[in-house]
């Protein structure tokens, strides 16, 4: 392939690298990343409630890695609570969990950060073998495609096996029981999602550019040169 077309695919995924990077960020401080709804079921066993009276016993949650809202809701009115995960849930949830989630979410923004640094210097400097060239640039698409998909596997059985939205509706309440009747992940959650495919279409760029995918072939030791990944 010219370099001129190299170039532009470098740039391209270097550009798409630092849009995961703040997208990741942005993703990590909003409460966006689930969305349920909580019925009171105390108090609607206490008033028989069906049908149409069910709503008024219907509350709804939302909440991110740091803190969100639930809106409590017994017959009596709404009543918004904001919380905090650190230090105030930190016990009645998987802490080692949620803890992984956040340090795997700060890890896929350092390596955006250094996989687009390293495809821009690929674009406009004189890479070189190891983790400067091509094996360096797969190694960085890889990393940052595994962080998000553990992100996504952790976080989804936090919430659907450990009932996550459950416990932060029970939580501190004594005389009310909350039930979920419906949640659903968020804008935040598929940020990642769409992050990890990026990093992966990243790694595509990198074979469309003509280097080959690494250990895909053994190489010749007596052919190898200190110049072997030069690309320009």
Same mark, same amino acid.
């Given at each position: 392939m010219p370099a001129p077309q190299k170039k532009l695919l470098?740039?391209? =995924? +270097?550009? &798409? /690298?630092?849009?995961? =990077? &703040? $997208?990741?960020?942005v993703a990590t401080g909003?409460?966006?990343?689930?969305? $349920?709804?909580?019925?009171?079921?105390?108090? =609607?066993?206490?008033?028989?409630?069906?049908?149409?009276? &069910? !709503?008024? #016993?219907?509350? @709804?949650? @939302?909440? +991110?890695? #740091?803190? +969100?809202? !639930?809106? !409590?809701?017994?017959?009596?009115?709404?009543?918004p609570l904001h919380f905090s995960f650190f230090p105030d849930l930190l016990k009645i949830i998987p802490a080692s969990i @949620?803890? /992984?989630?956040?340090l795997f979410c700060t890890i896929l923004i350092i390596f955006a950060l250094v996989a687009a640094g390293f495809f821009m210097f690929n674009?406009? $400097?004189?890479?070189?073998?190891t983790?400067?060239?091509?094996?360096?640039?797969?190694?960085?698409?890889?990393?940052?495609?595994?962080?998000?998909?553990?992100?996504?596997?952790?976080?989804?059985?936090?919430?659907?096996? @450990?009932? &996550?939205?459950?416990?932060?509706a029970n939580f501190k309440e004594g005389s009310f029981t909350f039930k979920t009747q419906g949640e659903h992940f968020a804008d935040c959650f598929w940020t990642i999602l769409v992050c990890s495919l990026v990093h992966f279409l990243n790694a595509l760029l990198i074979r469309f550019a003509g280097f080959e995918f690494p250990f895909s072939k053994a190489k010749d030791s007596g052919t190898i040169t200190g110049a072997v990944d030069l690309m320009y």
């Amino acid at each position: 392939m010219p370099a001129p077309q190299k170039k532009l695919l470098f740039c391209l =995924a +270097g550009v &798409l /690298s630092l849009a995961c =990077a &703040l $997208g990741t960020a942005v993703a990590t401080g909003t409460q966006l990343w689930v969305r $349920g709804t909580i019925l009171c079921s105390t108090g =609607a066993l206490l008033v028989n409630a069906s049908g149409p009276e &069910l !709503r008024q #016993f219907l509350g @709804h949650i @939302h909440y +991110g890695l #740091f803190s +969100g809202q !639930r809106l !409590r809701q017994c017959g009596l009115g709404a009543r918004p609570l904001h919380f905090s995960f650190f230090p105030d849930l930190l016990k009645i949830i998987p802490a080692s969990i @949620h803890v /992984s989630v956040i340090l795997f979410c700060t890890i896929l923004i350092i390596f955006a950060l250094v996989a687009a640094g390293f495809f821009m210097f690929n674009a406009f $400097g004189s890479p070189y073998e190891t983790l400067h060239g091509p094996v360096g640039l797969y190694l960085w698409s890889f990393i940052g495609c595994s962080c998000g998909c553990l992100i996504m596997i952790l976080f989804s059985s936090e919430v659907k096996i @450990h009932h &996550l939205s459950e416990k932060i509706a029970n939580f501190k309440e004594g005389s009310f029981t909350f039930k979920t009747q419906g949640e659903h992940f968020a804008d935040c959650f598929w940020t990642i999602l769409v992050c990890s495919l990026v990093h992966f279409l990243n790694a595509l760029l990198i074979r469309f550019a003509g280097f080959e995918f690494p250990f895909s072939k053994a190489k010749d030791s007596g052919t190898i040169t200190g110049a072997v990944d030069l690309m320009y």
